[in-house]
C-alpha cells in the first residue's frame, strides 16, 4: 500500500471531493428551502419508479454475469426491442381506443408481445454472437457484444427509422390517489407494484425450481457443474431467457414512463444498470434489486439534493452525470458490490 | 427446389448434406432478409455498377446467394457435380426467404410498421414484373448465383485467380464512376477517349463493364503465371518485405492522390487521416497495453474543446493565439486529462475497465453539453468561428491543404508509435497486456506503465480533435458521442490489434469507404457493429495483424485446444 502513495492521495481526494458534494449540496439546498415536502415526494417517488425497472434490467446483467462471466453489453439493447414490440401493440390498441377501455387485457397484450420479442432476441444474440466465445478468454467476447449493442441498434433504426415515436398515454395512466396529502401518481404505482411482483416471480423461479437451482450451480463452479451431469447450455438458455423476459417488461415500463421509443434508448439506462448490478455485487439476485432502486433514487433526488446546494445552474440536466459518478465509484472502490463478496474472490 | 438428384448409391449420407445445403441457404437467405429490412438494399440499388443492367444492392442479392452457394459446395463430401447441385440448391433457398418477403409485402402493407418495406422494394425485388414471374425470377436467380458461386468455388485456381479481381474491378469502376470519371476528365487525349468508351453519362456501360473484367482478369491471369514460373529453387520472397512494399506504395498513393483527385477526396482522406491519428492512440492504449478504453472520445474533444478556447474570433475566446500555438497547448492539455482519466481506473480490470471508461468518457460528454458549463464551453451551441490554420500570408483554408497537415501530423505520430512499439515501454505494456500480475512482478511499474498508456493515447486523440476543430471552425458536444470511440475501436479491430498498418488499413475500410458512398450514411453503424461480431469470431487478430500478435493468438489456439481453464490471461479464467 505504501508503494500507491500519489494514486492513493488521488483516489482519496476523489472520495473526498464526492462526499465534499454530497455533504454540501445536501446542506446548502436544505438551507436553501426551494423544494417543498411535495416535490421531495416527487422525486422519491419518480426515484423508486425508474429504480424498480433498473432493477429489472440490473437482473438481466447479473444472471448474465454470474453463469458466464460476461458482461452482456446488449442487454439495454434488448430492453429496447421490447419497448419498441410493445409500441407496434400499444399505438393500435391506443388509436382504438381499446386500451383506454379495457387496461388489463390491453397491458397483458402488450406486454405479452414485448416479452416474447425481447426473450427471442436475448436467445437469438446469445446463440449466434456469444455462444461461439464460451471458451475464449480476454476482451474479445466483450467487444463482440459491444458489437452485438450496435448491430441491434441500428437495425431498429434502419427498420423502423430514427424518429422518436410517442408512447401511447391512456388516462387511467395519468390517473393519480392521495395519499396523507401527498399526490401518488397510478402509472408509478402501477409500474412498482408489477416491477416487485415480477421480480418476485423471478426469486421463486430461481430460489425454487430445478432448473433454478442448475443456474445457481453453473454461476458457483460451472465446470463441477458439467461435471455433475448439468447441461451448461440449457442452464445458459434459461438465463438468456429470464433476462430477456425481464428486459421485455422493463422496456415497457420504461416507455411508459418516459413516453417515448427510439433506437438508443437503451444504451443509457443499459449501462446505468449494470452499474446497478455492480452496486449490489453481480452475480447476486437481490443485490441487482438492491441497486437498481438505490440508483434510481440517488439518480432522481440528487441532482436537488446534492447539486441544487452548490449553485449548479440546471442541474436535472447533471441527472446522468451522478448515475454514472455511482457508476465509477462503485466500479473504482467497490467492484464486489454491497453484496457480492463471493464474486469479488473470484475477479482478485 | 428439388432439383438435386440423389445419386443411387449415396441415398443414405446424402440426407445431412442436403439439410446442410438448406441450412446454409437458410442462414444466407436470413441474411438478405435483414438487410432488405434495415433498407440496406434498397439504399444500395439506387447506385449502379452496370448503368440499366446491374445495381448494387442486386449485386449484394446475388453475391449473399452466390456465397451460400460456394459454402453449401465447400462443405459436402460428395463429387464435384452433387457439389455443384448442392450450390444451386443453397442459392435457391437463400432466396426464398426474400420471396416469402416479397409475397408478403405484395400482399400487406407493412409500411407503417417497417419503412423499409416499400412499394420501390418490391419493384426491385421482383424486377417490377408483378409478384407471380418476378418472385419465380427471384428464386431463380438465386438458384443460378448459387450455381455460379458453387462453380467458381470447385473450379481450379488459375479461374478463381481471374474471375475475382475481374469482378472486384468491375464493382469498383462502377459504384465509384462519378470520382473515376470525374479524375479522368482532367485529361485530354487517350485518357478520355478510353472515359468515354468505358463509361456513359449516368455510369459503366455494359461494354465497358466486360472489357474491364477482361482486362483485370487477364491481368490477374497474367500475375499468377508469373509467380508460379519463378524457379522452384529461389528464396522464397521475405513476407515481411513484401507487405512493407505495399504498405509504402498505399502510404505514397495516400498522400499523392488529393493532389490531382480534387477537395471532395481530399476532404474523405482527411477524416481518415483524423482517424488514423486516433486509431494510433487507442492502439497504444488496447493493442499494447491491453486497456479497452471506450471514453477515448473525451480526449479528441479535449483537444477540440483547447483548440477551440484558445483560438476562436468569438466570445467564447480566453486567448488568441494562433493555430500553432494552440495546437501543441490542446496536445499537452490531452494528455494531463488522459493521465487525469487514468488515475482513478488504474485498479480497474479488464471489461469493468471498459464499463468505468465509457461512463468517464459520457461524464465528459454530459459536462460540455450542461447549462453548468455552458459560459465556458458554450453548452449546445458550441463554440463558432475557429480560424483556419495559417502559414505566413497562406491560410489553409482547402481540404487538401488541410489534409497535407492532418498527414504531417500522422507521420510524426506513426513514427513516435512505431518508436514506441519497441522502445523498453512498448515491451512493458505488452508485458501488461499478457499479464498484469506477472508484469508487475517483473518489476514493471504498473501505475507508471498504464498512466503512460492513457497520456501518450490521449496525445494523439487531442491532435486530432486539435486538427478536427479548424476543419469544421467550429466544435459541438453533438461531435463527441460514445460513436466516435466505437468507431475508433471498430477501425482498430478490423486493422488488427497493436498493428500501425493495421490502423491504416482498417481507417481507409471503416471510414474512407463509406464516406465515398455517401448514402451509405447511417448504416456504417450497422456495419461497424457486424463487423465487431465477425472480426472476433473469424479473425481476432486483424486483417493486418501485428507479428507479435498473430503468433500469439495461433499459439494460444493450440493452448486453448489443450486445455481451456489453464490460460494464464489477465481476464476471468472461463
Known sequence: ?348 | MSGVHTPPGLAAPIHPILRRAVLTGLAFGAGAVHLTVVGVVLMLHQRWIVVGTLSLGEATLLAIAAGAGAMAAANAGTAAGARIMLGLLAGAVAAAPLAALAVLIDLVSLRAIFIALSPDLLAMLTLGLGPATGIALLIAGGAGAGLLGAALQQSPRAVIRAVLPGATAVVVAGVFQELIQLMLQQYEGVVNDVRAFLYSWEGLNPAGAITIFAVTALLGEAVGLRRRRRPAHAPPRDPRRARMMRAGIALLVLAVLPAFAGSYIGQVLMLVGLYILMGMGLNLEIGLAGLLDLGFVAFFAVGAYTTALLTTESAHALLHLSYWLAMPVAVLLSILVGVLFGLPVLGVRGDYLAVATLGLGEIVRVIVQSDFAAPLLGGAQGILEIPKPRIGPYVLGSPVALFYVTLAAAGVAAFVAWRLENSRLGRAWMALRDDEDVAQALGINLIQCKLLAYGLGAAFAGLAGSIFATMLTSVYPSSFQLLISINVLALIIVGGMGSLPGVVLGAVALIGLPELLREFGEYRYLFYGAVLIVMMRLRPEGLWPSDVRQRELHARDETLALDAGSDPLPVQPR
Open chain 1, 1 to 348: 500500500m505504501a508503494r500507491m502513495g500519489a494514486v492513493d492521495v488521488a483516489l482519496w481526494g476523489m472520495r473526498i471531493g464526492v462526499v465534499l458534494v454530497v455533504v454540501v449540496g445536501t446542506i446548502g439546498t436544505l438551507i436553501k428551502g426551494r423544494y417543498t415536502a411535495a416535490q421531495w415526494f416527487d422525486f422519491v417517488m419518480f426515484g423508486l419508479t425508474i429504480g424498480s425497472i433498473y432493477a429489472q434490467i440490473a437482473l438481466g446483467y447479473t444472471m448474465v454475469y454470474g453463469v458466464l462471466r460476461l458482461i452482456n453489453f446488449a442487454h439495454g439493447d434488448i430492453v429496447m426491442t421490447g419497448a419498441f414490440a410493445g409500441y407496434f401493440v400499444a399505438a393500435p390498441l391506443d388509436r382504438s381506443g381499446f386500451l383506454q377501455n379495457h387496461p388489463v387485457p390491453g397491458m397483458v397484450a402488450i406486454l405479452v408481445v414485448a416479452i416474447a420479442t425481447s426473450t427471442t432476441i436475448a436467445l437469438l444474440t446469445e446463440r449466434i454472437a456469444y455462444r461461439p466465445f464460451r471458451r475464449v478468454v480476454g476482451l474479445a467476447p466483450l467487444i463482440c457484444a459491444i458489437g452485438v449493442s450496435f448491430f441491434l441498434e441500428q437495425t431498429f433504426r434502419g427498420a423502423f427509422g430514427s424518429a422518436v415515436k410517442s408512447y401511447p398515454s391512456p388516462e387511467w395512466q395519468r390517473a393519480s390517489f392521495n395519499v396523507i396529502g401527498f399526490n401518488v401518481p397510478g402509472i408509478d404505482v402501477l409500474v412498482i407494484g408489477l416491477a416487485l411482483l415480477f421480480m418476485l416471480v423471478l426469486y421463486l423461479v430461481v430460489q425454487r425450481t430445478r432448473m433454478g437451482k442448475a443456474m445457481r450451480a453453473v454461476a458457483e463452479d460451472g465446470e463441477a457443474a458439467a461435471l455433475m451431469g448439468i447441461d451448461v447450455n440449457k442452464v445458459v438458455v434459461f438465463t438468456f431467457t429470464l433476462g430477456g423476459v425481464m428486459a421485455g417488461i422493463a422496456g415497457v415500463f420504461y416507455a411508459f414512463v418516459y413516453k417515448q421509443v427510439y433506437f438508443f434508448m437503451g444504451f443509457t439506462p443499459g449501462i446505468k444498470a449494470f452499474g446497478a448490478a455492480v452496486l449490489g455485487g453481480i452475480g447476486s439476485i437481490p443485490g441487482a434489486m438492491l441497486g437498481g432502486f438505490f440508483l434510481g433514487l440517488v439518480e432522481s433526488v440528487g441532482p436537488s439534493l446534492f447539486l441544487d446546494g452548490i449553485g449548479i445552474p440546471a442541474p436535472y440536466q447533471l441527472r446522468d452525470l451522478i448515475a454514472f459518478t455511482l457508476l465509477i465509484m462503485v466500479l473504482i472502490f467497490r467492484p464486489q458490490g454491497i453484496l457480492g463478496e463471493r464474486m469479488a474472490k473470484k475477479r482478485a
